[in-house]
C-alpha cells in the first residue's frame, strides 16, 4: 500500500506540471513518460530497500539470545543518565545589629536555627540535584545542600510513584512537606532572601519529615487535592525522640481554579501533629545567667494558606502580579525542664503550655519582562505562656526568651533576571524581632541555575 500511495503521489504531482497542452509535441510528450518511469522506478528501489532493513531487523530482535555479552558490550556510554541540576547563591549583607546576638522574642528556639546570617559577603547554600525515572512506575530525586561552611546535608532524598491509579500518588523518604504555601519550595524559588518570620518561628526555616506522603488528585475540573504524611517526628518543632512507629502526621488539602484568562487562584488548609523530647534551647535567668532548658510534650500547629495570580491575556505583554499570604496557629503543651544541665539553680519541671500565632502577607509584581519589585509583611504573637509554677521558686523571669512579644518585619525587593536561569536581588528590611532594637538589613543576593531544572509548583 505504501508503495502504491508514493507512486500516485509522484504520478499526481507529474501530471499536474504546467504543461502547455496546446503546443506540446510528441518529443515532450516522451520526456515526461520517461520522467514518470524513472522517478516509478527510483521510488521503487527504495521503499524494497527499507522493506529488506525492516524485515531483517524484525527477524534479529525475535532470535533468542544464547549468550550474555559483557558488560562492557551491552552498555555503551553511561547507563545511569539523570538529570542533574545545580543551584549557586551567594550574599552581601549589611546589618544595623550583630546577627551574633540575633533571636526571636517570645518564640522557641530563640535564634538557634534562624537569623539573618552574617555580615558582609557570603557563600549561600547551594543545591545540587540529580534526578530521573526508576521505572514506569517511579521517580527518584535526591538533592544535596552545601553550606557555606563546606557542609553536605541531604535536602531532599525521595522516590515518587508515577501515576499509581485514580490520582493516587505516594512518596517516600525525606521531601519538603505539602502543608503550607511556601514550604514545599526550595529557598532558590522565594520571591524573597529568607523565609518569612512564622517559618522561622515555627518551623526552624522549612518542614522537612523523613515518612511516607500519600497524595489524592481529584478528576473534578475544579484543582482539589487532599493528602497525608506520617513521619519519624525528628523534624522541628518535633525532635528525635528514639521510638518506633510513628513520630509526625500531617493532613492537608488544597482548592484552586481560574478567574478568567488572566487569574488563578489556590487556598490550602493543613493540620500538623508532633511531639519533643528535650527538645533543648539556651535563655536567661533572673541572675543573667545562660541556661539550657527542654521542652516535652506535644505540638499540634494548623496552617490556612492562600495565592492570587493575575497574568493580562496569560502573560502575553510579560507583566503578572502575585498575592500570596499564610496564617499559622501552635498549641504546645507538655513538661518545661529548667536548667536541664544544672549548671545554675538546679534543674527543675514546671507544667507548660503556650498558643501561638503569626502570618505574613506579600505582593510581588512584574512590571517588565525582567524586572520584579515587592514588599512582604511578617508579624507574629507569643501569646503568654502558662507555667506552672506552684511550689517552685522560679518565676517568669527565669524564662527572659519566652516572654511575650509580637515580632515584626518589612521588607521590600526590586529583582532583576537577565533569564529564567539567573536572578540578582536588592532586598531592604526593617527587623523587629526583639524588643529593644531595630535591625535595619540590606541585601544583595544573586542566584544561578545550571543544568536541567524542573517545572516550579503554582
Not at 294 to 310: H, N, P
Not at 389 to 414: C, H, K, N, V, W
Request: glycine fraction near 10%; avoid cysteine.
Amino acid at each position: 500500500m505504501l508503495k502504491h500511495s508514493v507512486i500516485a503521489t509522484a504520478l499526481a504531482a507529474a501530471l499536474n506540471a504546467p504543461l502547455h497542452a496546446v503546443a506540446a509535441d510528441d518529443q515532450t510528450l516522451a520526456q515526461i513518460r520517461a520522467e514518470i518511469r524513472q522517478m516509478k522506478e527510483s521510488y521503487e528501489a527504495r521503499i524494497e530497500a527499507l522493506e529488506q532493513r525492516l524485515q531483517a531487523s524484525e527477524a534479529k530482535a525475535a532470535l533468542p539470545q544464547t549468550a550474555a555479552a559483557p558488560p562492557s558490550a551491552t552498555r555503551s556510554g553511561n547507563g545511569f543518565n539523570p538529570d542533574i541540576a545545580l543551584i549557586l547563591g551567594g550574599t552581601y549583607a549589611r546589618l544595623s545589629q550583630d546577627p551574633g546576638n540575633y533571636r526571636i522574642q517570645g518564640f522557641v528556639p530563640g535564634g538557634n536555627e534562624i537569623g539573618p546570617g552574617k555580615r558582609s559577603f557570603n557563600l549561600g547554600e547551594s543545591e545540587l540535584t540529580l534526578s530521573a525515572n526508576v521505572d514506569p512506575r517511579f521517580s527518584g530525586k535526591l538533592t544535596f545542600s552545601l553550606s557555606p561552611e563546606n557542609q553536605v546535608s541531604v535536602e531532599e532524598a525521595f522516590f515518587d510513584s508515577i501515576g499509581l491509579v485514580n490520582g493516587v500518588n505516594l512518596k517516600g523518604g525525606r521531601f519538603l512537606s505539602s502543608v503550607g504555601y511556601l514550604n514545599g519550595q526550595h529557598a532558590h524559588t522565594w520571591d524573597f532572601v529568607d523565609a518569612p518570620l512564622v517559618y522561622q518561628a515555627m518551623f526552624g526555616d522549612q518542614y522537612k519529615p523523613d515518612g511516607l506522603q500519600l497524595k489524592w488528585l481529584a478528576p473534578t475540573e475544579r484543582f482539589f487535592e487532599v493528602g497525608m504524611e506520617a513521619g519519624n517526628g525528628a523534624a522541628f518543632p518535633g525532635n528525635d525522640r528514639n521510638k518506633n512507629g510513628v513520630g509526625s502526621a500531617s493532613l492537608f488539602g488544597h482548592v484552586g481554579d481560574d478567574l478568567g484568562e488572566s487569574s488563578s487562584w489556590r487556598a490550602g488548609l493543613a493540620y500538623l501533629r508532633t511531639g519533643a523530647a528535650n527538645r533543648s534551647y539556651s535563655d536567661l535567668d533572673h541572675t543573667a545567667s545562660e541556661v539550657s532548658n527542654s521542652f516535652d510534650g506535644k505540638s499540634r500547629l494548623w496552617i490556612v494558606d492562600g495565592v492570587y495570580k493575575w497574568a493580562p491575556s496569560g502573560n502575553a505583554t510579560h507583566t503578572n502580579f502575585k498575592l500570596q499570604g499564610e496564617y499559622f496557629w501552635r498549641k504546645e503543651d507538655g513538661t518545661l525542664v529548667y536548667d536541664s544541665l544544672a549548671q545554675s539553680l538546679g534543674s527543675a519541671s514546671l507544667p507548660f503550655s503556650s498558643a501561638q500565632s503569626g502570618w505574613y502577607m506579600q505582593g510581588v509584581y512584574q512590571f517588565l519582562p525582567a524586572w520584579r519589585f515587592g514588599l512582604r509583611y511578617d508579624r507574629l504573637n507569643s501569646g503568654a505562656p502558662k507555667f506552672g509554677f506552684e511550689g517552685s521558686a522560679l518565676g517568669t523571669i527565669d524564662f527572659q526568651r519566652l516572654s511575650p512579644y509580637q515580632p515584626t518585619r518589612s521588607s521590600m525587593i526590586f529583582d532583576y533576571s537577565p533569564s529564567e536561569f539567573s536572578r540578582f536581588r536588592l532586598q531592604l528590611a526593617q527587623d523587629k524581632s526583639r524588643p529593644e532594637v531595630t535591625d535595619k538589613q540590606i541585601f544583595l543576593q544573586y542566584i544561578m541555575s545550571l543544568g536541567a531544572h524542573g517545572a516550579h509548583s503554582f
